[in-house]
């Protein structure tokens, strides 16, 4: 190693000051106290504009069900808001977060191309724009014919 280089650094990364903890946290608390058997194994939680928290489970089915994530928009919308700053999936048993999948990915880019997404395991959790989680990615709102 050269004067000029620096090592890696070693051990656990510090916690992200970026991260909602206390938005992870209703997620995990929903996932331990809501998700029952098969049909809902992910808890998702936003971060509404207005600093509420919406929560919400998967439907899961074997012809495909909505993620914990599309429900929450829905819930979210019900609820009366309409603008999403973070989200995060949190799975159940104690398998805490877990990244979107590419369907969810794709829709969060398209309602809020500015939301934040909680992704990381453990001490490594971080928050990182919507968008990054698709490089290259297809904004459905950019391909509209404008009549």
């Not at 992870?24 to 936003?46: F, L």
């Not at 877990?98 to 909680?118: E, H, N, S, T």
Request: hydrophobic share 40%; glycine share 10%; aromatic share 4%.
């Amino acid at each position: 190693m050269t004067h000029e280089q620096t090592p890696a650094p070693s051990g656990p990364r510090p916690p992200d000051p970026a991260v909602d903890h206390e938005l992870v946290e209703a997620a995990a608390d929903v996932a331990r106290t809501r998700c029952r058997g098969d049909e809902h194994t992910m808890a998702a939680a936003g971060r509404a504009r207005d600093g509420r928290i919406v929560t919400a489970v998967n439907v899961y089915h074997f012809t495909g069900g909505p993620c914990a994530e599309l429900v929450l928009i829905g819930t979210a919308a019900a609820q009366g808001a309409y603008e999403l700053e973070t989200v995060v999936a949190v799975g159940d048993r104690e398998r805490g977060v877990v990244p979107p999948c590419g369907r969810c990915r794709q829709v969060m880019l398209d309602y809020f191309p500015a939301l934040k997404v909680v992704v990381g395991t453990g001490d490594g959790l971080r928050t990182v724009p919507v968008a990054e989680l698709l490089p290259e990615s297809y904004v459905w709102a950019d391909h509209q014919l404008q009549e």
